[in-house]
């Protein structure tokens, strides 16, 4: 796709260098889901499901798998 030059000469115009597209704010729905694959992405390298005793990381994904199946999200 060609731009026609008015606009290119706007957008090289330096009032505009610091103008960045807004960032969508990450939601708590986003950040279940992607927990949610977190800790199916451990179950599934590791064969099992996370337990309260084992290091740092096995803890928070025992933590977050308790959380999810809590809210009834995982079974």
Request: hydrophobic share 40%; charged share 35%; aromatic share 6%.
């Amino acid at each position: 796709m060609e731009w026609p030059n008015k606009l290119l000469e706007i957008f090289d115009d330096p009032l505009l260098d610091g103008v960045r597209p807004r960032v969508t704010p990450v939601t708590a729905d986003d950040r279940m889901s992607q927990k949610l694959e977190e800790v199916r992405s451990w179950i599934a390298s590791h064969g099992r499901e996370p337990g309260q005793d084992g290091d740092l990381k096995e803890k928070m994904m025992w933590a977050a798998m308790t959380a999810l199946r809590k809210k009834g999200l995982m079974n």
